[in-house]
């Protein structure tokens, strides 16, 4: 299935424009992008919705927690308890992706967003009304976290509509949304805490998140110019819906994604990453207080660290675009994989202030490198075709890696009472990680170049007759009425 | 370098403690006391003297700024020291305070002597809503004693009105565990907001923690979410409407294009071409 090395580009006309793309690794089969993506234009204004709809997505629940010593006080729960709020959120908003992917895939981004955010909206503002523990669990953590996975999903996968060459900075740019909406939803949740009380504030907070609808508004559907070889090609999807509706459901949770390997290797360094990442961050504080740093220069790094990680994702993104890094761009993943664990490794040895500034920084860093290559990896892999449905399952099998790694962290300090062990058990795991790829890339590219002879052969094989079908479909099919090449957008 | 040693012993059924202090040239030294009973506390202050070591001094003890009746005396020199030593007798609230031994006109320590006080103060005001319940909460710390019942005060005015349950059981009820103790209101409005004092009860006297409470109506937070969803609702609009006009213009340009199924993405369109047939 996965034998890239046949992936001609179907937009072959424009192919000798784009010398960037010439690659070592070979593109990602099955791209119907029969249209050059805009790479610009009204592009640049979906960047703007995917990056208010991303920062949403990302931000919200590390921001309530804001309001957890309130919510504590008033309805009598313990810090734990209330806690699993932001837990349940981040859960639902990972676990939700084959929902969120069967959405785009049927739907397109537009309307999957609006209703992201209107869930997002309604959520909040039910849950201010919300006098037990449960009550909010159910309303922020599960209404609003399904709001959240939709918005995710939605916002990427139009990304890699309208953008190819300049896909890496619009990701990059896409992606720098969490950092922002952190640096500036956590202030703001701290002063409506204080002049509104936390319910005021989570009416106000879910009308701020309604703006996700606007987001929605600007992702514009792309128009396929129709083309006649496509009704050709796709007679199942066309002429009988009820096969569509069956494709679509096996789409679901497509399990034929574990026979690819790119993916696979993906998957498990993604996992690997996911497990050691957030760890640091959480305990990050606590470590400097430890260490004897004043408790409101403790809270100070991750602000440090958040500022860094706004400016490096689409600094990423510029560089990831350029033509030497953008054909390597999965080993450039892994490399800056391993900078992080790097990076973790070699925390427990700081002990002065000014060293953990310097952590923190080479922390956003990384951490931004990472994050702004991580899903313009996975549109590299899979291409706009699969895309939604591969970010679904990655985002889900993703949830076990996000609830388990920051308590098992935890659990470690407990047992031994130091966090160097924290450090080391996060650090050494998102290196195995980004080695992982790394080597399995490296591994994986040439195996396919050993595979390309055999395939080009066959390749040219299947074009020639390819050729000769469109020779006659063209002179049968020119004068396609409106309603027969409505039927093919299925 | 000012230090200080512990004596305690007892008779009776009245502890004698004593509280000593050193000071050397040139500096005033607090110590802090934290008292839980009634006691007889004997303050003893040690003071090493200045440059011109005189074999006299005047010493005598303040309380509070002022002078404490007879207790001025003529302080000799023992073995390189000045020596001032008092029995008080702390009994009540109004003998807590600020003792302090005075050496001629410079050397002087000071004895705060009180209750233990509550530390974590809140000092960002709860915010509630009329109609709703708030739970206003006061903790002693662990490493305090810890006081023999809490109550709870209402500020009216400058003075404080103490709040018993019994008086009205449908508004207020008080949750006291060792170390904590909650007040909450039930049926809020606008007249419950203020500062509300908990007062941790000792032997001694009662130390106060005061926490400010805010009651507004659930219009406040409306008038700003009903701003949003306005804004929201415009930009929606406005950029659905500026797509539509787009495309419209986009239509009669590029509607004669559609049927020769080009891949090649926009040329220049040019408005007369015509649809083959």
Redo the contacts between chains.
């Keep these: 299935m996965s034998n890239k090395a046949d992936g001609s580009n179907s937009?072959s006309?424009?192919e000798e424009r784009d010398v960037s793309l010439k690659r070592i690794m070979p593109p990602a089969p099955e791209n119907e992008l029969?249209?050059?993506p805009l790479d610009g234009g009204w592009g640049w204004m979906v960047v703007v919705g995917a990056h208010i709809s991303i920062g949403f997505a990302y931000s919200t629940p590390k921001v309530l927690s804001v309001f957890f010593i309130?919510i504590q006080?008033?309805l009598?729960a313990s810090y734990s308890e209330v806690a699993w709020i932001s837990s349940i959120m981040l859960a639902v908003m990972y676990a939700g992706g084959p929902v969120s992917s069967l959405l785009v895939n049927r739907f397109g981004s537009r309307p999957t967003v609006i209703l992201g955010g209107l869930l997002c909206g309604v959520s909040m503002?039910t849950a201010s009304f919300g006098n037990s523990i449960v009550y909010l669990y159910f309303f922020i953590g599960v209404i609003g976290g399904c709001g959240l996975s939709l918005n995710l999903n939605a916002s990427l996968t139009i990304i890699s509509k309208y953008f190819l060459n300049k896909r890496p900075i619009a990701n990059g740019l896409a992606m720098a949304g969490s950092p922002v909406f952190l640096c500036v939803l956590a202030p703001a949740n701290q002063y409506l805490?204080?002049?509104?009380?936390w319910?005021?504030?989570l009416?106000?907070l879910?009308?701020?998140m309604?703006?996700c609808?606007?987001a929605g508004?600007?992702m514009?559907p792309v128009v396929l110019?129709?083309?006649?070889?496509k009704v050709e090609e796709r007679p199942n999807l066309c002429t009988k819906p009820q096969q569509s509706c069956r494709n679509n459901a096996k789409k679901f949770l497509d399990l034929t994604f574990f026979k690819d390997r790119g993916f696979v290797i993906y998957l498990i360094g993604n996992v690997f990453f996911i497990f050691g990442a957030y760890a640091p961050i959480v305990f990050l504080s606590a470590y400097a207080i430890r260490q004897g740093v004043e408790e409101y220069s403790a809270a100070y790094l991750l602000s440090i660290m958040g500022f860094v990680d706004m400016f490096v994702r689409p600094g990423t993104g510029l560089i990831a675009s350029s033509k030497w890094i953008r054909p390597r761009i999965q080993y450039f993943f892994g490399f800056a994989m391993v900078f992080n664990g790097m990076c973790h490794l070699l925390c427990p040895l700081v002990k002065c202030y000014a060293y953990l500034v310097a952590y923190a920084i080479f922390l956003g860093v990384s951490f931004g490198m990472v994050f702004a290559l991580i899903f313009e990896c996975l549109m590299d892999l899979m291409g706009n075709e699969r895309f939604p449905s591969a970010v679904g399952l990655v985002t889900i099998i993703e949830c076990f890696p996000i609830l388990l790694g920051p308590p098992t962290a935890g659990y470690l300090v407990d047992i031994y009472k130091d966090y160097k062990y924290l450090f080391f058990m996060c650090g050494g795991v998102v290196v195995t990680g980004g080695l992982f790829l790394l080597v399995m890339n490296i591994y994986y590219y040439h195996m396919l170049e050993k595979e390309k002879p055999a395939a080009v052969r066959e390749q040219n094989q299947t074009k020639t007759i390819e050729n000769q079908d469109l020779v006659s479909a063209?002179a049968s099919r020119?004068?396609?009425s409106p309603e027969r090449s409505m039927a093919g957008e299925c | 370098m000012a230090e200080c040693c512990f004596i305690h012993f007892s008779r009776g059924d009245v502890s004698h403690r004593v509280r000593a202090s050193t000071l050397h040239a040139g500096e005033s030294h607090t110590e802090n006391v934290e008292l839980l009973n009634p006691v007889n506390l004997a303050l003893q202050c040690t003071w090493t003297g200045n440059q011109n070591k005189l074999p006299n001094i005047t010493g005598f003890w303040r309380k509070d700024g002022d002078e404490v009746e007879n207790s001025r005396v003529t302080v000799q020199l023992e073995g390189d020291e000045y020596e001032l030593k008092r029995v008080f007798s702390i009994v009540s609230e109004e003998s807590l305070g600020s003792y302090s031994c005075v050496f001629g006109s410079e050397a002087k320590i000071e004895f705060v002597l009180a209750a233990p006080q509550i530390g974590e103060v809140r000092d960002?005001?709860?915010?509630?809503?009329v109609g709703?319940s708030?739970?206003i909460?006061c903790k002693m710390e662990e490493t305090k004693p810890k006081p023999g019942s809490w109550n709870w005060y209402k500020a009216n005015g400058t003075d404080k009105e103490q709040i018993f349950v019994v008086a009205e059981p449908l508004r207020y009820e008080i949750k006291n565990e060792e170390r904590k103790t909650k007040l909450v209101v039930h049926n809020l409005t606008e007249a419950d907001g203020g500062l509300y004092y908990c007062g941790a009860v000792y032997a001694i006297s009662t130390t106060m923690g005061h926490v400010e409470l805010?009651v507004?109506s659930?219009q406040?937070?409306?008038k700003?979410?009903i701003a949003?969803?306005i804004e929201?609702i415009v930009?929606?609009a406005a950029?659905?409407l500026y797509?539509k006009s787009q495309s419209k213009k986009n239509y009669t340009e590029g509607s004669n294009r559609?049927?020769q199924?080009?891949?090649?993405?926009p040329e220049g369109s040019s408005s007369t071409r015509q649809r083959k047939i």
């Design positions: 937009w006309p424009t029969d249209y050059k309130d006080e008033q009598g503002v805490l204080h002049m509104f009380g319910r005021g504030s009416v106000i879910g009308g701020l309604l703006n609808c606007v508004a600007l514009r110019p129709r083309k006649p070889e063209s020119k004068y396609q | 960002k005001p709860i915010v509630s809503y709703d708030v739970v909460a805010k507004i659930f406040e937070p409306l700003p979410f949003i969803v929201v930009l929606v950029i659905l797509e559609e049927t199924g080009e891949n090649n993405g």
